[in-house]
T-cell receptor, first 115, second 113 residues
């Protein structure tokens, strides 16, 4: 079953406002990551939060993780037009016998920040 | 640091031909590289995990004979789409992983006519 279901699917806000995106998942994880993707481009890693962490900050980004509810949120404060992109959460778990994590991506939230 | 390149960025090929896509980690060594495909306005779907010097591990439903993966060195993995068909048209993205995080390439847009 698919991990990482984001909501909302699309979000449109004005510059300066905060944007909150949520992600829910179904099975246990090692960590959860948020990525950004501009249209037709590759992914940019934003932030990683481990399963034993509850909150993490990076610049204007704030990520929370609630493992009891199997959910995470990404908050972008004081949004800018340049923040317009798709945002994906990805849950990571280590496969049995594996040396790296497997990422499973959600469907993403399309954020539009209007100037 | 942690730059991953892909080549080509765009490719158009005729149905029935094969296309090779390269993924390189430019400033780090990656024992593991991943290949994803992404349909328009959809999420990334993992196709296979590539480990240097060994056979790739394919996800369920991905044809290993159609999507050939070679990971000959710690900085290069290739994906070859064999006998391409229009339904193979997609955005293919690789990532390279030196540890916990994955660093993504810019993607390759494949169009099969």
């Amino acid at each position: 079953s698919q991990q990482g279901e984001e909501d909302p699917q699309a979000l449109s806000i004005q510059e300066g406002e905060n944007a909150t995106m949520n992600c829910s998942y179904k099975t246990s994880i090692n960590n959860l990551q948020w990525y950004r993707q501009n249209s037709g481009r590759g992914l940019v890693h934003l932030i990683l939060i481990r399963s034993n962490e509850r909150e993490k900050h990076s610049g204007r980004l704030r990520v929370t993780l609630d493992t009891s509810k199997k959910s995470s949120s990404l908050l972008i404060t004081a949004s800018r037009a340049a923040d317009t992109a798709s945002y994906f959460c990805a849950t990571a778990y280590r496969r049995r016998g594996g040396s790296n994590y497997k990422l499973t991506f959600g469907k993403g939230t399309l954020l539009t920040v209007n100037p | 640091g942690a730059v991953v390149s892909q080549h080509p960025s765009r490719v158009i090929c005729k149905s029935g031909t094969s296309v090779k896509i390269e993924c390189r980690s430019l400033d780090f060594q990656a024992t593991t590289m991943f290949w994803y495909r992404q349909f328009p306005k959809q999420s990334l779907m993992l196709m296979a995990t590539s480990n240097e010097g060994s056979k790739a591990t394919y996800e369920q439903g991905v044809e290993k004979d159609k999507f050939l993966i070679n990971h000959a060195s710690l900085t290069l993995s290739t994906l070859t789409v064999t006998s391409a068909h229009p339904e193979d048209s997609s955005f293919y993205i690789c990532s390279a992983s030196p540890a916990d995080e994955q660093y993504f390439g810019p993607g390759t847009r494949l169009t099969v006519t």
